[in-house]
Nanobody, 124 residues
Framework: QLQASGGGLVQAGGSLRLSCAAS????????MGWFRQAPGKEREFVAA????????NYADSVKGRFTISRNNAKNTVYLQMNSLKPEDTAVYYC???????????????????WGQGTQVTVSS
């Protein structure tokens, strides 16, 4: 089970930190990721992290503004979002990935488990 939290309403330029707590499996065995889905759009990749936390990968649209991290002792993955823009408004989902890649953006088919989603709204 993946439980996401931390979403909310923030002004453009602001920050939010999302958390996703995992239970029911050995968290440190799996790569993790964040996706998002805006109204009327397909779900898209945001960020991924290798199971040991040493490698990360980001969508171009968030590179330099978002940071994914994990604490395997707490079975939690985080997404620190800075310099938020109105176009970042979406429901954000954490995901357990089948694998990690430095060069490939995972798609929905590469996800084994989804969290329930948390709404992020950025006002202009």
């Amino acid at each position: 089970q993946l439980q996401a939290s931390g979403g909310g309403l923030v002004q453009a330029g602001g920050s939010l930190r999302l958390s996703c707590a995992a239970s029911g499996r050995t968290f440190s065995n799996y790569a993790m990721g964040w996706f998002r889905q805006a109204p009327g759009k397909e779900r898209e990749f945001v960020a991924a992290i290798r199971r040991n936390g040493y490698n990360t990968n980001y969508a171009d649209s968030v590179k330099g503004r978002f940071t994914i991290s994990r604490n395997n002792a707490k079975n939690t993955v985080y997404l620190q979002m800075n310099s938020l823009k109105p176009e970042d408004t979406a429901v954000y989902y954490c995901a357990q990935l089948r694998y990690y890649s430095d060069t490939y953006y995972p798609a929905a088919v590469d996800v084994d488990y989804w969290g329930q989603g948390t709404q992020v709204t950025v006002s202009s």
